[in-house]
């Protein structure tokens, strides 16, 4: 994914209202942007860090601008903009990146399904079947480990469960980690965060849910997921 023009940098001053930050630009104009994440950006920002925003061009928007990356306490770089996630799984789906979702012959995205009314991010058919894969953003890291989620889920959870159900009626159910943090070299769930989605992922596992987990390269100017990482 290549931001054309390639994003501005500036100083993270806060993030607050959960939507909204605000950021000092390299001429000392401080000026509120979007914020599009719904979690808790737990070790993703550190007061006085780089970050880097895009800009929609749009004078009409009440926050023209979008918080993109940020700088970790640690130094590393976090792709916070979570409604990118699904845009980056599906260029490496496409690309032949993501190896174990090949083989396809359709894609189709937000498609119902379930008992709980809820949307598959991607559904892939080919004459071998159906594969249902749901996406989700990882940016909490503790060191090289990262984790997901970073704040209690319950929408999480229930995804889970809707994907258990087709593991165990035989269709194939993916979940995708889509990892945009540099120093995320591993991913596993948040068990002290939330209990209750890592034993919705436990018997997902059990019953057949297959996880992937692959790191995005982040930069000014793309974002692409690169490599396959370790699920524990």
């Not at 980056?88 to 894609?107: F, N």
């Not at 469960?161 to 269709?171: D, H, I, P, S, T």
């Not at 992937?212 to 997921?225: C, G, M, N, T």
């Amino acid at each position: 994914m290549k931001f054309s023009p390639e994003l501005h940098k500036a100083t993270l001053l806060r993030r607050y209202k959960r939507f909204l930050a605000d950021v000092e630009s390299a001429d000392g104009e401080v000026f509120t942007i979007h914020c599009p994440n719904t979690g808790s950006m737990k070790n993703c920002w550190v007061e006085g860090g780089a970050c880097w925003y895009s800009d929609s061009g749009n004078p009409k928007r009440k926050y023209r601008h979008t918080l993109e990356i940020t700088t970790t306490p640690d130094g590393a770089l976090a792709g916070v903009n979570t409604g990118r996630a699904n845009a980056l799984v599906e260029e490496a789906i496409r690309s032949g990146v993501v190896t174990e979702l090949q083989g396809y012959d359709a894609l189709r995205r937000e498609v119902r399904y379930g008992d709980e009314n809820s949307r598959i991010d991607f559904l892939l058919s080919g004459d071998e079947g159906d594969c249902y894969v749901e996406v989700k953003n990882v940016t909490l890291a503790e060191g090289a480990r990262g984790y997901f989620p970073d704040a209690v889920s319950a929408r999480g959870a229930k995804h889970l469960r809707e994907l258990q159900k087709l593991a165990e009626g035989g269709v194939r159910a993916v979940l995708f980690y889509c990892v945009q943090h540099s120093a995320i070299e591993s991913v596993q769930a948040a068990r002290e965060i939330d209990p209750a989605y890592a034993e919705a992922l436990d018997k997902a596992v059990s019953a057949g849910v297959q996880v992937l987990a692959y790191k995005a390269q982040i930069s000014a100017s793309e974002i692409v997921l690169t490599k396959a990482l370790t699920f524990c």
